[in-house]
Nanobody
């Protein structure tokens, strides 16, 4: 089993920064992609960014490209999300996830394990 425990997030004014962490325990994320998704009220869960287990490959949604940075520390079994220049439309519950072997990196259905979710609220 894999457990993903998130920390960070909170409330910030537009233009500010927040960071999220996701610590994995159990059968950790070696050889598996990790990702961040988010879900705003009344909306579907959407892809934010992903990183390969090696850390050499990253993908970002267009809406966050240039503002968010995903990184990982395999020695600590932790993945991070640094969010800068935050906008009110970034307000959502953010989830980290560990991908299954198959499936698109961008699809929530391809991820087998999920963190508990962390609220990020950006005020205007």
């Amino acid at each position: 089993q894999v457990q993903l425990v998130q920390s960070g997030g909170g409330l910030v004014q537009a233009g500010g920064s927040l960071s999220l962490s996701c610590a994995a325990s159990g059968r950790t994320f070696s050889n598996y992609d990790m990702a961040w998704f988010r879900q705003a009220p009344g909306k579907e869960r959407e892809f934010v960014c992903a990183i390969s287990w090696s850390g050499l490959s990253t993908n970002y949604a267009d809406s966050v490209k240039g503002r968010f940075t995903i990184s990982s520390d395999n020695a600590k079994n932790t993945v991070y999300l640094q969010m800068n220049s935050l906008k009110p439309e970034d307000t959502a519950v953010y989830y980290c996830a560990r991908k299954s072997i198959s499936g698109s990196r961008y699809a929530p259905t391809a991820y087998a394990y999920w963190g508990q979710g962390t609220q990020v609220t950006v005020s205007s």
